[in-house]
C-alpha cells in the first residue's frame, strides 16, 4: 500500500534552514496555530518566518551572539516557539521556561551570569544569559 502523505526531501541540517525551506516550498500554508478563548489565531509560514526574522534581529541588538544561552520565558505559545528558532537562527542555545520556573536558566555544573537587558514579544519574554568562565 503506498502512503498518500507526502515525502519531501530536505536538505537542511538546522531548524533555521528548515524554517526556509517551508517558507520557500508553503509560505502561505498553515505553520503555527492555537485557540484563545475559542478563537483560532493561525500563523503562515512566512508570518513565522517575519517574526523569528524580527526577534533574530533585536537579540542581534542585544548582543546575543553564537554559543550564548537565551532564556525564552512563556507559556505554551506560538511566539515561545518563534523566540527559540529566533535563537537557533543565530547559533545562539534557547533555554525554554516556563513562566512559574522558580530558577530560571539553572544548569548543574556551569554559572551564568545574567545580562540585564531582556525583551519582551507579546507573552513570551526573553532573557539573555552568557555562560561565565569558572577557569
Not at 6 to 20: E, I, N, P, Y
Not at 38 to 47: V, Y
Not at 57 to 65: E, K, R
Request: positive net charge.
Amino acid at each position: 500500500m503506498i502512503s498518500s502523505v507526502s515525502k519531501t526531501v530536505t536538505t537542511s541540517h538546522t531548524f533555521a534552514g528548515l524554517l526556509l525551506e517551508h517558507v520557500r516550498d508553503r509560505a502561505h500554508r498553515p505553520a503555527l496555530r492555537e485557540k484563545t478563548l475559542g478563537i483560532w489565531r493561525t500563523f503562515t509560514w512566512a508570518e513565522v518566518y517575519e517574526n523569528v526574522q524580527k526577534l533574530a534581529h533585536g537579540l542581534i541588538c542585544l548582543g546575543v551572539a553564537k554559543g550564548d544561552h537565551v532564556g525564552v520565558i512563556g507559556e505554551n505559545r506560538p511566539e515561545l516557539y518563534m523566540g527559540m528558532m529566533a535563537a537557533q537562527a543565530l547559533g545562539a542555545i534557547p533555554v525554554p521556561q516556563h513562566p512559574d520556573t522558580k530558577f530560571p536558566i539553572h544548569d548543574r555544573g556551569t554559572s551564568y551570569q545574567a545580562v540585564s537587558r531582556y525583551f519582551q514579544h507579546g507573552a513570551t519574554r526573553m532573557n539573555i544569559v552568557r555562560a561565565t568562565d569558572n577557569s
